[in-house]
């Protein structure tokens, strides 16, 4: 089975441009959330979608915007791109169904570059 | 504020001994807590959770230990091999309702040989 897909892997910006992320979650997953990792930081909890709706929003300004669509896969919009929006963004998914683990499946992440 | 604190960002070890990765946390809801292993060029990926109700969790030559008055937890690795060098990630999550999990800043673990 495939795992957690993003797309673009790598991407340069320029400060004030626009940019939009994808995911594609694992097959009957239907939660899907992204997370920010900036250079030497852990991972930082940006959106929960959970059958299309918005479950979670954690401390991003309203230029970050997300979606999820019918075949739960999600994009993640960034709006006036500032220098410090420069990281590691990551996807995951889970079933958020059964017993709780903790377990999130994550992509390989979309490295964005601002200029 | 980080809720989720690993104050060693980087750890050595001999092949075939203990690693031992310590975490402390601040928020008394956290009610389960994870960690998760990412290697370069890779997203992270889930190794072991632990229950707030629980003191240690084993999984092969994974142990996690939990110990909420003093707001810590540690990882044993048990014996270290090669393929554990990655960046280990703390992080804890309230209740069951979402997928909102805090992390901390990692700790790098170099097995040597």
């Known amino acids: 089975d495939a795992g957690v897909t993003q797309s673009p892997t790598h991407l340069i910006k320029t400060r004030g441009q626009q940019v939009t992320l994808r995911c594609s979650p694992i097959?009957?997953?239907?939660?899907v959330s992204w997370y920010q990792q900036v250079l030497g930081q852990g991972p930082q909890f940006i959106f929960q979608y959970y059958e299309k709706e918005e479950r979670g929003r954690g401390n991003f300004p309203d230029r970050f915007s997300a979606r999820q669509f019918p075949n739960y896969s999600s994009e993640l919009n960034v709006n006036a791109l500032l220098l410090g929006d420069s990281a590691l963004y990551l996807c995951?998914?889970?079933?958020?169904?059964?017993?709780?683990?903790?377990?999130?499946?994550f992509g390989e992440g979309s490295r964005l570059t601002v200029l | 504020d980080q809720q989720v604190k690993q104050n060693s960002p980087s750890l050595s070890v001999q092949e075939g001994r203990i690693s031992i990765l310590n975490c402390d946390y601040t928020?008394?809801?956290?009610?389960?807590f994870l960690w998760y292993k990412k290697y370069p060029a890779e997203g992270p990926t889930f190794l072991i959770s632990?229950?707030?109700?629980?003191d240690k969790n084993e999984d092969g030559r994974f142990t996690v230990f939990l110990n909420k008055s003093a707001k810590h937890l540690s990882l044993h690795i048990v014996p270290s091999q090669p393929g554990d060098s990655a960046v280990y990630f703390c992080a804890a999550s309230v209740g069951n309702r979402d997928d909102k999990i805090i992390f901390g800043k990692g700790t790098r673990l170099h097995i040597l040989p």
């Open positions: 632990i229950s707030s109700i629980k």
């Open positions: 928020n008394s809801m956290f009610d389960y």
């Open positions: 097959s009957g997953h239907k939660s």
């Open positions: 995951a998914s889970s079933r958020l169904t059964g017993g709780y683990t903790g377990e999130l499946f």
